[in-house]
């Protein structure tokens, strides 16, 4: 199979198209999904999670799942629109995910792949990765061709005060995890090193722990904030930058000892190449719905092993159990469970380990009822 870039549509000789791996439909859905509790950050709280459902069925019978996670409810309704514009041009296609990102992509050159465009495009990928692994009765990772097998995880917490951090981290240890990550940036920075100690005195002194500063500061008053914190034995700084300030994360990682890790707001893998050619992180963290969905997660996985640096996964928890069994440089499943109320299907936590949930492909088995209930018109 060929493909023509200038009319982003693949060339397939009719002798070899397996009709019944035809896409016949997308149904777009959109939930507006509570949390169990509200996210706190230094940028902003989230209470509920906007989502896109999206279901790619194929002439098989077979039905493909993915979610975009939006975070404002006003992206709701241009990104559903978008991916049912998407569905028009892909219906009757063959349900081929790497044929229909090229496609799709190729169709927006123009536009770019940031924002509403890059997230629907990576929808599509990871519902075809998701029909086709169900299609070949075989969890995604199989089809990726890696087995499936428990990935280290860390609880992914709010900003909270020291003693509501505490008490959090309890519940956490008796879930199961043994790793954690906490919103940094209190106004108070004594309170971030307080923060700190308040897991070790609960989970041990050799706790794994990560901070997120999420974007809220300059490059200089991050490295004035982690001259302080570098003593405590952080396992990495997230974002102690503006997301798009590839030269200001480069300079806080070359002042400070803690690694800085960045990632979750590439956009595609070309973002990444730069963030990574100018030094800007000791570790990455793509994010499946803006570098590409699966298709793009592989070509990510590829260039963190080709430059050394350990992944970890942002969000989509059922998805990135599966890709970080097929990333060679893989470190820690990061567990923010935003869809978790509309999966009836989620992977379980034991010992510090997420194990895949059960079932075919990336596991989402859809929750109509709580659906129906969060339904958004
Ligand atoms: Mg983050």
């Not at 969890?139 to 428990?150: D, H």
Request: charged share 20%; net charge negative; with cysteine.
């Amino acid at each position: 199979m060929t493909t023509c870039e200038a009319e982003g549509k693949p060339v397939v000789d009719d002798a070899v198209v397996d009709d019944a791996r035809v896409i016949e439909r997308l149904t777009v859905r959109k939930v507006i999904a509570p949390l169990p509790k509200p996210h706190k950050t230094a940028s902003g709280t989230v209470e509920a999670a906007p989502l896109v459902l999206l279901d790619i069925m194929t002439r098989d019978g077979v039905t493909g799942s993915s979610y975009l996670f939006v975070y404002t409810p006003m992206m709701l309704e241009p990104v559903a629109s978008l991916l049912r514009a998407f569905g028009e041009i892909i219906t009757a296609e063959i349900a081929e995910p790497g044929d229909i990102t090229a496609q799709l992509s190729a169709k927006c050159r123009l536009v770019g792949n940031q924002g509403a465009t890059g997230m629907s495009i990576s929808a599509i990928d990871m519902a075809l990765w998701d029909n086709k692994a169900r299609a070949t009765g075989q969890p995604l990772a199989s089809c990726l061709g890696f087995s499936t097998r428990p990935v280290r995880v860390y609880d992914s917490l709010g900003q909270m005060s020291p003693d509501e951090t505490a008490r959090e981290v309890e519940q956490s240890l008796e879930a199961g995890f043994r790793c954690f990550k906490v919103k940094a940036g209190h106004e108070n920075l004594a309170t971030d090193v307080a923060v700190v100690r308040a897991i070790r005195a609960v989970a041990g002194d050799d706790c794994w722990i990560a901070m997120d500063f999420n974007q809220a500061f300059t490059p200089a008053e991050s490295i004035a904030r982690m001259q302080r914190l570098d003593g405590e034995s952080v396992a990495w700084i997230e974002e102690p930058a503006r997301a798009e300030d590839h030269y200001g994360h480069a300079d806080v990682r070359r002042a400070i000892k803690t690694p800085v890790q960045t990632g979750e707001n590439w956009w595609g893998i070309a973002d990444m190449r730069h963030a990574l050619a100018v030094g800007a992180s000791d570790h990455v963290m793509p994010d499946l719905m803006k570098i590409g969905g699966v298709t793009g997660w592989q070509s990510a996985a590829a260039l963190a092993m080709a430059e050394a640096k350990p992944v970890s996964s942002h969000l989509f928890c059922e998805y990135s159990v599966h890709l970080m069994t097929a990333t060679p440089t893989a470190l820690m499943l990061e567990w923010l469970d935003v869809a978790g109320i509309v999966n009836g299907n989620q992977p379980t936590i034991s010992e510090g380990y997420a194990i895949p949930a059960p079932g075919d492909g990336a596991g989402l088995v859809w929750d109509e009822s709580t659906i129906a209930r969060y339904l958004v018109a």
